[in-house]
């Protein structure tokens, strides 16, 4: 069997990959490795208790039974949260002081997939050391609890106003009545988006917020755009937001229906951060991936730029080696570390709109800090990446092509983490520029790269 956890958690087609019977069997050995590793404390007759909270996939209601299952036969206490954003249960692991949070969910991925990610004390993420444990410890033999030594089983009602009330709290003003479309993609926060916004202060018009177990992220949320432009337009709203099936991440229309991203974003959150002193050391952490435009409007207002391997999990782990307070990536992943230990797209789009109720602006005029370059990603296929970075004329054409760019631009050639393929993205002042440098260095990488080379 290969590796089961991923960059984030256990992902695959529910009752294909994953089924009930993996679901239960990592839960059994995720309380065994946490136990041994002192991470559950025992101290005056405690018992180690957990917290389960699942997406609205049809799918995730035979899961969470199975990762209870595992749970309380392992003698772990269980709280249901029931449906609620993936921020919401690490906020959750923390406040309600759990040993262990569960979120099952795929998060933008199609309905027929889903995940599992476990959470540790605090509401974060387990390191993969701990990750490498669970796995080693599945189906092994162990000794079950019985009688009143297995867990119990509760469900907490108040998860979502309990979420919603820590997202407000967190709110330098009240909103004063900003006309916002959120865009729930049937997903998580369905409920809970929509009630924070209201309690901030915004006029809330929720669209996509009829989840059924089949419609989660279908032609609508962060990766389908189309509903909230066109919601925007239609009822006159001040802006939009965007989120995906579990809300760790959103993205932004303007006014006028202009997509905003997820650099966007983190420019006006920080610009706003550092004018509050809340900002720690003025830096923000992104990956390779944020727009050079994103780069050069920082440094041009003064605050540090520190840029990561791509994928959240990265940024997450160098704004917690030094401290910093907020990073996130262009895909509308935005954590905001003073205030959650994930990414949280309704944190985020709150927060975006205390700006522009602060500066009584609006987002198309705050995200016009910085002007995006055009860019363009090639994925060149069918070649052997592990030689992406010894071939001597490639590393001179990309030399050559960051020569003709100058500092208007720029050239990043990495392979994939996960495909067989290496992916060239190229900034240029104009998208000709860009799409005729990314065309010619896909071709030096097929012809380099190719499989058949020798």
Request: proline share 3%.
């Amino acid at each position: 069997m290969g590796r089961i956890f991923g960059t984030d958690g256990v992902r695959g087609v529910a009752n294909g990959h994953l089924t009930a019977e993996l679901a239960l069997d990592l839960s059994v050995a995720a309380a065994h490795v946490l136990a041994e590793a002192g991470a559950f404390r025992h101290a005056d007759g405690h018992r180690p208790r957990a917290v389960v909270g699942r997406d609205t996939r049809i799918s995730g209601q035979f899961l969470e039974s199975a990762v209870v299952a595992g749970l309380a036969s392992a003698g772990v206490d269980v709280l249901l949260l029931g449906v609620l954003p993936t921020p919401g249960v690490a906020y959750l692991t923390a406040a309600l002081d759990a040993d262990l949070g569960v979120m099952i969910s795929a998060s933008h991925n199609p309905m027929p997939d889903n995940g599992i990610k476990f959470l540790a004390r605090g509401g974060v993420k387990l390191d993969d050391a701990i990750e490498a444990a669970i796995e080693d410890r599945l189906r092994e033999p162990w000794e079950r609890p019985t009688g009143g030594k297995v867990g119990r089983v509760e469900t907490y009602d108040a998860a979502v106003a309990d979420y919603a009330k820590h997202l407000v709290s967190t709110m330098p003003r009240a909103l004063d009545g900003i006309r916002v479309v959120l865009d729930c993609a049937h997903g998580a926060a369905s409920v809970a988006g929509p009630l924070a916004l209201a309690e901030a202060g915004a006029e809330v018009i929720a669209i996509n917020d009829a989840p059924d177990g089949l419609n989660i992220n279908d032609g609508c949320g962060s990766t389908h755009l189309g509903p909230v432009q066109e919601a925007v337009t239609a009822h006159g709203a001040d802006v939009g937001f965007a989120l995906d099936g579990d809300a760790d991440r959103c993205l932004a229309v303007d006014a006028a229906g202009n997509v905003v991203d997820g650099d966007q974003l983190l420019a006006v959150l920080a610009l706003a951060m550092r004018d509050a002193g809340t900002l720690v050391k003025d830096t923000v952490v992104v990956t390779v991936m944020s727009n050079l435009g994103f780069v050069q409007a920082m440094r041009a207002s003064g605050i540090g730029v520190r840029q990561t391997k791509v994928g959240d999990r990265y940024v997450l782990e160098a704004m917690n080696a030094v401290g910093y307070s907020l990073g996130g990536e262009q895909s509308g992943h935005v954590i905001m570390s003073n205030h959650a230990t994930t990414g949280d797209g309704i944190l985020t789009a709150l927060h975006v709109l205390a700006r522009m109720a602060e500066r009584r602006a609006s987002l198309a005029e705050l995200a016009g800090v910085m002007t995006r370059l055009p860019q363009v990603l090639v994925n060149v296929p069918g070649v052997d990446k592990s030689r992406a970075d010894e071939d001597a004329v490639l590393a001179a054409a990309v030399a050559e092509a960051e020569a003709e760019l100058g500092d208007t631009g720029r050239v990043l050639l990495r392979p994939s983490g996960t495909e067989p393929l290496v992916r060239v993205m190229v900034e240029a002042e104009t998208a000709a520029q860009a799409a005729a440098v990314a065309g010619r260095l896909a071709e030096v990488v097929r012809e380099r790269l190719a499989l058949s080379a020798s």
